[in-house]
Every structure is written in C-alpha cells, then in structure tokens.
C-alpha cells in the first residue's frame, strides 16, 4: 500500500461514473438530481431544522485497524464523546468522556480553535489541532448532509444501482467544474428507491489533515443507517466510515460512530460563541 501511494501523488481519486465523462451536464439530468436530493432532504425532515439553533450527539467513536490508527481525528482509536453544534454555522465543540483527554473540549468558532480543560482555563490558539479540528467540521457536515448539498452548484443524476437488495438513484454533486480538481470535493449520493432517504455518500478528501504523498488518490464512503426520528428529523444513529467504496459487510468499516443520545437545543448557541468579539462567519469557510 505505502509503494502504491508513493507512486501515485500526483493522481486524485474522480468520482464521476462513466455517463457524466462522456456526456457532461444535460439539463434534464440536473433538474431530476435536484429533484432526488430535494425529495431525500424533505423526506429527513430537514426543513424543521430551521426551527433549531443547536443539538448535542452523545456518540462512542471507533477508528479500526492500521488505517483507522493513521486517519483518526481524535487521541485515541476508541472515544466517548459529546459534540455539540451551532445549526447554519460551523461553530461545535468535542468534549471527550474518557481516555487519556478526558474532560477536555475543543472546538471551532468562526473557525479559530480553542481548547479548555475541565477545571482550567479557555485558550484560543494561533495553531490548531488540525485532526480534531477537521473532525469537528467533519462529522457536522455529514450530518447534515443532504441540507449542506442542496446549495451545491453543480448537481446532476447519475444513474441507478443495485447493492444488497436495494436499488438506488445516483446523485453526482460538486461545485465549480465536473471534472476533478483540487480546489473542491465531489461527492456521489446514493438515495434508496425504497426509503426516500440518502443511504450511502461516496466523497474525496482533497483537504485533509494526512501529510502523505498520494493521499487524494484514495476517498471515502458512508452508509447511514438506523434512522430515528428526533422531533421530525430522521437522524442516523450509526454511521459506518469506508476507505474508498462501501463493502458489503459493514463490519468492514475503518470508522464507525454509534449514538447513543441526540437532542436538540439542549445547550444555548451562546455556549459555542465563546468570544462575542469574533466575527461571526455562519457557514461560509476561511479563503
């Protein structure tokens, strides 16, 4: 694997299915992507988030095996954590509930990170902990993902396919161009024909925190699954994280979080703005 990444640095994983290389944009293809994504994101009940400032996961994390060791954003392979988020922003924090960080938060508020002990005191630092800060940014985004996607430039259908009994609506989302380049990510929706809902994310990680050469040939994948509904909202309370495509067995995963509590509002916005002199940025991203 290190002989395959070392020799491929200048490659970057393209998610595009064959259809979309030879044809590029078609009006009708875009009109019924949006559409899909429209219907998945009514169906998760996204338009109550409006309604919410905050919520709070309470989740145990995993990061299995030698890629899990190498990509995981937090201290230790295995977390207990508390995440909490400013809905329509990318201002959360993560206190972790054990392991050797216990009682520590961290967090992002216009994208300047702090850290605060448990029992000590608030530092906003010029130097970031770029794993868990990516995290943070991370594990909100796909939360939401299907609300974040609907403001995506670039979206168009992308065909059907079958998995493990399934059929599912292919979704291709990216922003700028459709060929790929480094500047933006793309991602691949898989929408389930039989629940409505967005089930699988296939997605790039053209920045991201590893300083290894080669790292942007390989992408991700997600399966969603075990969704509860939390005041309207479908929530996965298992998420299921895969070096490039989805495996069949979801034990293969590299990454898994499992909640175990979600609520909303259970902490005040004001807790996650914790100096009023920074500029408030909502969801739009450092240049």
């Known amino acids: ?24 944009l078609v009006p009708d293809a875009e009109r019924q992507g949006r559409a899909l994504l429209d219907a998945a994101w009514e169906r998760q009940g996204f338009a109550h988030l ?12 995993h990061w299995k095996g030698m890629m899990g060791r190498m990509g995981k954003v937090w201290p230790e392979s295995k977390s207990s954590l508390r995440l909490n988020y400013a809905i329509g922003s990318f201002d959360g924090q993560v206190t972790f509930l054990d392991g050797k960080a216990r009682g520590l938060t961290a967090g992002l508020q216009s994208w300047q990170y702090y850290e ?45 396919k079958e998995w ?4 599912f609506d292919l ?30 994310a296939e997605y790039t990680l053209r920045d991201n925190y590893l300083r290894m050469p080669g790292s942007k040939i390989f992408y991700g994948s997600i399966h969603f699954t075990d ?43 004001a807790t996650l703005r914790k100096d009023p002199s920074i500029t408030y940025m909502g969801d739009a991203k450092p240049e």
């Open 1 to 24: 694997m290190l002989v395959f990444v070392l020799f491929s640095g200048c490659s970057m994983a393209d998610l595009r299915p064959t259809g979309i290389r030879h044809t590029g």
């Open 227 to 269: 969704f509860r509904d939390i005041d309207g909202i479908l929530v996965p309370f298992v998420q299921y994280i895969f070096v490039n495509s989805p495996r069949k067995s979801d034990s293969r995963y590299v990454h898994r979080m499992t909640v175990s509590d979600f609520a909303f509002d259970e902490v005040p916005v």
């Open 171 to 200: 979704v291709f989302v990216t922003w700028d161009r459709l060929e790929s380049h480094m500047e933006h990510d793309q991602y691949l929706l898989w929408i389930s024909r039989d629940t409505g809902l967005l089930e699988y």
């Open 50 to 61: 409006e309604k919410r400032q905050t919520y709070t996961i309470v989740a145990e994390d």
């Open 116 to 160: 605060e002990p448990e029992g000590g005191a608030l530092e906003f630092r010029d130097e970031a902990n770029e794993r868990i800060a990516f995290g943070l940014s991370a594990y909100q985004y796909f939360f939401e993902l299907a609300d974040r996607l609907r403001r995506a430039p670039i979206m168009t259908y992308a065909g059907e």
């Open 164 to 167: 493990k009994g399934q059929r």
